[in-house]
Protein backbone atom coordinates (compact mmCIF):
# COMPACT_ATOMS: atom_id res chain seq x y z
CA UNK A 1 0.00 0.00 0.00
CA UNK A 2 1.01 3.32 -0.63
CA UNK A 3 -0.26 6.45 0.61
CA UNK A 4 -0.47 10.24 0.10
CA UNK A 5 -1.62 12.44 2.47
CA UNK A 6 -2.22 15.97 3.21
CA UNK A 7 -2.46 17.17 6.70
CA UNK A 8 -3.43 20.60 8.74
CA UNK A 9 -2.23 21.77 11.78
CA UNK A 10 -1.54 18.18 12.87
CA UNK A 11 2.12 16.11 13.64
CA UNK A 12 0.68 12.86 15.15
CA UNK A 13 2.49 9.46 15.42
CA UNK A 14 -0.50 8.37 14.18
CA UNK A 15 -0.29 8.10 10.97
CA UNK A 16 -3.65 8.14 8.26
CA UNK A 17 -3.82 4.29 6.74
CA UNK A 18 -0.84 3.01 9.76
CA UNK A 19 -3.12 0.88 11.94
CA UNK A 20 -4.82 -2.04 11.41
CA UNK A 21 -8.41 -1.81 9.48
CA UNK A 22 -10.01 0.03 6.57
CA UNK A 23 -10.29 3.56 7.66
CA UNK A 24 -7.60 6.36 7.68
CA UNK A 25 -6.76 7.12 11.48
CA UNK A 26 -10.12 6.06 13.51
CA UNK A 27 -10.46 1.90 14.18
CA UNK A 28 -12.80 0.36 11.91
CA UNK A 29 -14.05 -3.72 11.43
CA UNK A 30 -13.24 -6.05 8.43
CA UNK A 31 -16.53 -7.01 7.29
CA UNK A 32 -14.36 -8.91 4.32
CA UNK A 33 -14.57 -13.21 4.30
CA UNK A 34 -11.52 -12.66 2.20
CA UNK A 35 -9.37 -10.79 4.53
CA UNK A 36 -5.75 -10.16 3.60
CA UNK A 37 -3.62 -11.96 6.08
CA UNK A 38 -0.44 -9.35 5.69
CA UNK A 39 -0.55 -5.82 4.71
CA UNK A 40 2.86 -3.85 4.02
CA UNK A 41 2.15 -0.05 3.82
CA UNK A 42 4.70 2.66 3.20
CA UNK A 43 2.94 6.54 4.15
CA UNK A 44 3.78 9.96 4.30
CA UNK A 45 1.64 13.18 5.39
CA UNK A 46 2.76 16.57 4.37
CA UNK A 47 2.24 18.83 6.86
CA UNK A 48 3.38 21.69 4.93
CA UNK A 49 5.66 22.31 2.38
CA UNK A 50 8.73 21.21 4.51
CA UNK A 51 7.25 19.27 6.82
CA UNK A 52 5.43 15.60 7.25
CA UNK A 53 5.74 12.31 8.75
CA UNK A 54 6.91 9.06 7.66
CA UNK A 55 5.67 5.16 8.05
CA UNK A 56 6.29 1.97 7.86
CA UNK A 57 3.87 -0.16 8.94
CA UNK A 58 3.07 -4.30 8.84
CA UNK A 59 -0.63 -5.16 9.62
CA UNK A 60 -1.82 -8.83 10.24
CA UNK A 61 -5.43 -10.45 10.71
CA UNK A 62 -6.31 -14.13 11.27
CA UNK A 63 -9.29 -16.03 9.90
CA UNK A 64 -10.76 -16.28 13.90
CA UNK A 65 -11.06 -12.03 13.82
CA UNK A 66 -7.78 -10.50 15.56
CA UNK A 67 -5.92 -8.05 14.03
CA UNK A 68 -2.22 -6.99 14.75
CA UNK A 69 0.08 -3.91 13.67
CA UNK A 70 3.45 -2.40 14.18
CA UNK A 71 4.52 0.81 12.67
CA UNK A 72 7.81 2.81 12.78
CA UNK A 73 7.60 6.35 12.41
CA UNK A 74 9.82 9.31 11.89
CA UNK A 75 7.29 12.66 13.62
CA UNK A 76 7.97 15.99 12.00
CA UNK A 77 8.27 17.08 15.58
CA UNK A 78 9.91 16.27 17.88
CA UNK A 79 13.51 16.48 15.92
CA UNK A 80 15.03 13.63 15.23
CA UNK A 81 13.26 11.14 16.54
CA UNK A 82 11.21 8.41 15.98
CA UNK A 83 8.02 5.60 17.34
CA UNK A 84 7.65 1.79 17.53
CA UNK A 85 4.15 1.30 18.24
CA UNK A 86 2.21 -2.11 18.77
CA UNK A 87 -1.81 -2.59 18.03
CA UNK A 88 -4.12 -5.05 18.74
CA UNK A 89 -7.74 -5.27 18.06
CA UNK A 90 -10.24 -8.41 18.04
CA UNK A 91 -13.57 -9.43 17.34
CA UNK A 92 -15.81 -9.45 20.36
CA UNK A 93 -19.30 -9.85 18.93
CA UNK A 94 -21.17 -10.59 15.39
CA UNK A 95 -25.11 -10.73 14.34
CA UNK A 96 -25.89 -10.69 10.84
CA UNK A 97 -24.25 -7.68 9.69
CA UNK A 98 -23.22 -6.14 12.53
CA UNK A 99 -19.79 -6.43 14.38
CA UNK A 100 -18.40 -4.93 17.37
CA UNK A 101 -14.67 -5.12 17.96
CA UNK A 102 -12.58 -3.90 21.06
CA UNK A 103 -8.79 -3.47 21.04
CA UNK A 104 -5.92 -1.21 22.54
CA UNK A 105 -3.29 0.48 19.58
CA UNK A 106 -0.59 2.69 20.47
CA UNK A 107 1.71 0.97 22.75
CA UNK A 108 4.57 3.38 21.59
CA UNK A 109 8.07 3.42 22.35
CA UNK A 110 9.27 6.12 22.20
CA UNK A 111 13.43 7.56 21.15
CA UNK A 112 14.75 10.78 20.70
CA UNK A 113 13.83 14.00 21.63
CA UNK A 114 11.09 13.22 23.69
CA UNK A 115 10.54 14.71 27.08
CA UNK A 116 10.00 11.07 28.27
CA UNK A 117 11.89 8.47 26.16
CA UNK A 118 10.96 4.46 26.10
CA UNK A 119 7.50 2.94 26.79
CA UNK A 120 5.23 5.81 27.11
CA UNK A 121 1.42 4.92 28.09
CA UNK A 122 0.41 7.94 28.22
CA UNK A 123 -1.62 7.91 24.61
CA UNK A 124 -2.17 4.16 24.68
CA UNK A 125 -5.34 3.92 23.12
CA UNK A 126 -8.18 1.95 24.11
CA UNK A 127 -11.58 1.94 22.18
CA UNK A 128 -14.58 -0.42 21.02
CA UNK A 129 -16.35 0.33 18.20
CA UNK A 130 -19.65 -1.12 16.33
CA UNK A 131 -20.06 -1.26 12.68
CA UNK A 132 -22.79 -2.28 10.15
CA UNK A 133 -21.72 -3.37 6.36
CA UNK A 134 -24.68 -2.88 3.98
CA UNK A 135 -24.51 -4.64 0.51
CA UNK A 136 -26.37 -2.68 -2.57
CA UNK A 137 -25.88 -4.06 -6.05
CA UNK A 138 -22.35 -3.94 -6.50
CA UNK A 139 -21.76 -1.10 -3.90
CA UNK A 140 -20.85 -1.58 -0.29
CA UNK A 141 -21.49 0.57 2.56
CA UNK A 142 -19.63 -0.09 5.93
CA UNK A 143 -20.28 2.43 9.16
CA UNK A 144 -17.91 2.76 12.11
CA UNK A 145 -18.94 3.97 15.76
CA UNK A 146 -16.77 4.04 18.50
CA UNK A 147 -15.85 5.14 21.93
CA UNK A 148 -11.87 5.32 22.32
CA UNK A 149 -9.20 7.58 24.78
CA UNK A 150 -5.67 8.32 23.94
CA UNK A 151 -4.47 9.56 20.26
CA UNK A 152 -7.52 8.11 18.53
CA UNK A 153 -9.28 11.03 19.71
CA UNK A 154 -6.74 13.90 21.43
CA UNK A 155 -4.12 15.06 18.75
CA UNK A 156 -1.65 17.67 19.18
CA UNK A 157 0.81 19.61 17.16
CA UNK A 158 3.61 19.15 19.26
CA UNK A 159 4.52 16.76 21.33
CA UNK A 160 3.12 17.15 25.29
CA UNK A 161 4.38 16.44 28.43
CA UNK A 162 1.81 16.26 30.48
CA UNK A 163 -0.64 14.35 28.84
CA UNK A 164 -4.54 13.75 30.63
CA UNK A 165 -6.72 11.16 29.30
CA UNK A 166 -9.42 11.45 27.46
CA UNK A 167 -12.30 9.69 25.94
CA UNK A 168 -14.07 10.50 23.10
CA UNK A 169 -16.42 9.83 20.34
CA UNK A 170 -14.89 8.52 16.76
CA UNK A 171 -17.36 7.66 13.30
CA UNK A 172 -16.24 6.22 10.36
CA UNK A 173 -17.88 5.32 6.34
CA UNK A 174 -16.93 3.62 3.81
CA UNK A 175 -18.53 4.06 -0.09
CA UNK A 176 -17.22 1.00 -1.72
CA UNK A 177 -17.40 1.15 -5.67
CA UNK A 178 -16.23 -1.58 -8.22
CA UNK A 179 -13.44 0.80 -8.83
CA UNK A 180 -12.50 2.30 -5.30
CA UNK A 181 -13.51 3.34 -2.34
CA UNK A 182 -14.72 6.41 -0.58
CA UNK A 183 -13.99 7.31 3.27
CA UNK A 184 -14.83 10.17 5.47
CA UNK A 185 -14.39 10.01 9.26
CA UNK A 186 -14.51 11.99 12.15
CA UNK A 187 -11.47 11.16 14.79
CA UNK A 188 -12.50 13.01 17.61
CA UNK A 189 -10.56 16.44 16.52
CA UNK A 190 -11.84 17.20 12.68
CA UNK A 191 -12.88 15.65 9.71
CA UNK A 192 -11.07 13.38 7.19
CA UNK A 193 -11.49 12.41 3.42
CA UNK A 194 -9.88 9.41 1.29
CA UNK A 195 -9.73 7.46 -1.17
CA UNK A 196 -8.26 3.86 -1.51
CA UNK A 197 -7.90 2.77 -5.22
CA UNK A 198 -6.61 -0.62 -6.25
CA UNK A 199 -4.27 -0.18 -8.91
CA UNK A 200 -3.00 -4.78 -9.13
CA UNK A 201 -4.63 -7.62 -7.43
CA UNK A 202 -1.92 -7.21 -4.35
CA UNK A 203 -1.65 -3.02 -4.58
CA UNK A 204 -3.49 0.17 -3.94
CA UNK A 205 -2.64 3.66 -3.67
CA UNK A 206 -4.54 5.53 -0.29
CA UNK A 207 -5.14 9.33 -1.09
CA UNK A 208 -6.41 11.48 1.88
CA UNK A 209 -6.52 14.80 3.34
CA UNK A 210 -6.84 15.09 7.39
CA UNK A 211 -8.37 17.61 9.02
CA UNK A 212 -10.35 18.91 5.61
CA UNK A 213 -11.76 21.50 8.12
CA UNK A 214 -8.76 23.29 8.37
CA UNK A 215 -8.05 23.92 4.33
CA UNK A 216 -7.43 27.12 4.42
CA UNK A 217 -4.31 26.41 7.19
CA UNK A 218 -2.45 24.14 5.45
CA UNK A 219 1.29 25.82 4.84
CA UNK A 220 0.86 28.38 7.45
CA UNK A 221 1.71 26.11 10.44
CA UNK A 222 5.26 25.87 11.96
CA UNK A 223 6.32 23.65 14.43
CA UNK A 224 5.73 25.47 17.41
CA UNK A 225 2.08 26.21 16.46
CA UNK A 226 -0.93 24.93 18.62
CA UNK A 227 -4.26 23.05 17.06
Same mark, same amino acid.
Given at each position: ????????? *????????????????? #???? /????????????? /??????? &???????????? %???????????? #??? #? *??????? +? !?????????????????? /? *????? &????? =????? =????? +? +????????????????? /??????? %????????????????????????? @? =???????????? @????????? #???????????? =? !? +????????????????
Amino acid at each position: TLFYNMCFL *DASSRVSFSRPGNMMRV #PSVD /HSLSRKLLNINLS /HEWLSSF &QGNSNFSINAAS %KSGYQYGISFVR #PEN #P *DNSSELG +F !HFQANLFVYGNVKIDIGV /H *DIVWK &QGEYS =TNGLD =TRDVS +F +FSVLSNEKTISNYIISS /HFGVGTG %KIVQYAQVEQSNTQQKIGVFFGLQF @K =TPLLSLLTEFDG @KGLNIGLRI #PILKLYQINLGI =T !H +FDNFGNFGNEDKDGSD
